[in-house]
């Protein structure tokens, strides 16, 4: 075995080849990559779904083996000695697997016996494990019982129990909340200044790969960049657009998209941000309309550019409007319209605990409302109420004019649900899961036979019809689970976070889609975790330990922490700032 030094790469690939087989198919998950990560620095590993990451981890923590190539870890060549690899790093996938039966300390002592951990070192080191991650208060309580957060804290605690000189982590921050978010960035920075430890992180969150001394981007298993953020954003000055307009920003982010010179147009905060494909403001004459308002100024470029720059070969990927829409006859909400969701004062107890106490909020017809908070803070259960799938202990719930305690049945049927792991027929081709949810909403065989079409083209599926969907990447995962929820053409469509986990290419394309709906007529209530995806809804309601903690539009909830220190806050700062404010006053009551 050899023993790396200082000047050693962490990890180093040469030339890695890895092939799965599945029956008669070959997936080419890595393609001659070639790469050295340095020591004592924080190295992202970015790239859509299917590009590779997860195997990369799984091949550098020596649990599977390349077909070619080399690839060296601390200075040990996996292929001869996996073993001294695996006792030499930590590696976190992305479902870690806690033991939920176990408390806190439980889960610790499992796994320091499991790392070979000498009892007498075991007291120190949990105690700055517990320390490090904000358990220390919790150690009694039994692993399924943590919140989201709280999980993913004790996940890295655990396979951090025997001092790793490599940390692979697996989108340890997918389905956390940006709290939670933060505290594992803070934990990930501590480890490598106090440590010196040597961290590989793939993660789905582009902003994260800002915070990155290095940057590895995969695509379909090729290497296409490896460099630090400044050197993807850098060549970009000139391409990225701020625009301002009088019209609302959803309509206004639409028509971007449209402009053939774009190649991305997202919207942030009150703004939509362009990417041009040339070093130049997008031409705004091929509109053919002149925009009221309208005011353009050029921006830093940013990692995220970068990125949708090169994945997209220059050119933006448009959802087919008429397609996406063919066969809807809604009509367009009218301001006088009543609330086709009413909360009114609505609990949910489980025993003496109160998961939702006294929260009350109103969605009208074509509205986008997000429903945010950390985890635990009563989200997912006010979701499954408004579905008429656990009943309230006390309040009122109104969908679609029918009062959820006597008439659920009647309101489900003008909901769709979009649950955040998709809730498909894993085993059951693409056009049989559409066939399956064509007959569970009792769709007479001709109109059922049209929506699978709808839905096989209008969300691009026809190539896959006949694959099981459990072979589908995870974007295309979640195009099907969108057209399973609209087979009957609901009036109201609920989505449990609906991206967590899908690569922002996939991400853009999602809210293409739910942005048509809306504009057509579709209200639309969405959890959600991704702070920019709040910028998409008309209003927001954000929860905290079963209460409501804010309510209003994202420019109402920024403008509450606007200062002259932060003149421009993002939805992130107001969430995180919103959390800070209550257990601030939460300690002082106390």
Not at 122 to 143: C, D, K, Q, Y
Not at 224 to 232: I, Q, T
Request: proline share 6%.
């Amino acid at each position: 075995m050899t023993a790396q030094t200082p000047s050693q790469p962490a990890l180093e690939l040469a030339g890695v080849s890895k092939t799965f087989h599945g029956g008669a198919r070959a997936i080419a998950a890595l393609q001659d990559v070639s790469l050295q990560i340095r020591p004592g620095q924080v190295t992202g590993l970015i790239g859509p779904d299917g590009a590779g990451k997860t195997t990369l981890m799984r091949l550098a923590a020596g649990l599977v083996s390349a077909d070619a190539g080399m690839l060296k870890v601390l200075g040990i060549d996996v292929a001869h000695d996996p073993l001294a690899v695996q006792s030499s790093i930590g590696y976190m996938p992305q479902r870690f697997g806690l033991y939920e039966d176990l408390s806190v300390q439980e889960n610790l002592d499992l796994y320091a016996d499991l790392q070979g951990v000498p009892p007498g070192q075991r007291p120190a080191r949990f105690a700055e494990l517990l320390h490090m991650v904000g358990l220390a208060p919790f150690t009694g309580r039994l692993a399924g019982r943590l919140s989201g957060g709280m999980k993913q804290k004790l996940g890295l605690a655990c396979t951090l129990v025997s001092p790793p000189r490599l940390l692979l982590l697996d989108e340890p921050t997918v389905g956390v909340d940006p709290v939670s978010r933060r505290e594992l960035w803070s934990i990930v920075y501590r480890l490598v200044r106090e440590h010196g430890t040597s961290v590989l992180l793939s993660t789905a969150y582009l902003d994260e790969a800002e915070r990155c001394d290095a940057v590895i981007l995969l695509h379909q298993g090729r290497l296409l960049g490896h460099g630090s953020p400044a050197d993807f954003s850098g060549p970009l000055a000139g391409h990225s657009y701020s625009l301002t307009a009088n019209l609302p920003k959803r309509r206004l982010q639409m028509l971007l998209a449209r402009l053939p010179g774009v190649v991305d147009a997202i919207i942030e905060g009150e703004r939509v941000r362009v990417v041009s494909r040339e070093a130049a403001p997008p031409d705004l004459r091929a509109l053919g309309e002149t925009i009221p308002g309208l005011q353009v100024q050029p921006v830093a470029a940013r990692f995220e550019d970068a990125f949708v720059m090169r994945l997209r070969g220059g050119a933006a990927d448009a959802v087919d409007t008429a397609a996406a829409m063919q066969g809807s006859t809604r009509r367009v909400a009218r301001a006088e319209d009543p609330a086709v969701i009413a909360v009114d004062q609505v609990q949910r107890r489980f025993g003496a605990f109160y998961a939702v106490k006294g929260v009350s909020f109103e969605v009208r017809q074509g509205e986008v409302f997000g429903l945010l908070g950390a985890n635990g803070a009563g989200k997912s259960t006010t979701f499954r109420m408004l579905c008429g799938l656990l009943p309230a202990s006390a309040g009122s719930l109104r969908v679609a004019g029918h009062d959820l305690r006597h008439a659920a049945a009647q309101a489900r049927a003008r909901i769709g649900y979009m649950a955040q792991r998709f809730s498909l027929y894993v085993h059951l081709s693409v056009r049989q899961n559409l066939t399956f949810f064509a007959n569970a909403y009792n769709l007479p065989r001709a109109r059922r036979a049209s929506r699978i079409q709808w839905a096989l083209h209008g969300f691009d599926l026809a190539d896959y019809a006949d694959l099981p969907s459990g072979d589908l990447s995870l974007g295309y995962k979640q195009r099907l689970a969108l057209a399973a929820a609209l087979m009957h053409e609901p009036d109201i469509l609920f989505l449990d976070e609906p991206t967590s986990g899908v690569d922002p290419l996939a991400r853009r394309e999602f809210w293409q889609r739910i942005n048509l709906l809306a504009e057509s007529g579709v209200t639309v209530l969405v959890t959600t975790h991704f702070m920019d995806e709040a910028n998409y809804c008309d209003r927001l309601l954000i929860m905290a330990e079963g209460e409501t903690l804010a309510q209003g539009t994202p420019a109402e909830m920024k403008a509450r922490f606007r200062t002259p220190q932060l003149p421009d806050p993002s939805m992130e700062d107001a969430f995180i700032g919103l959390i800070e404010r209550r257990a601030e006053s939460s300690g002082a009551a106390a």
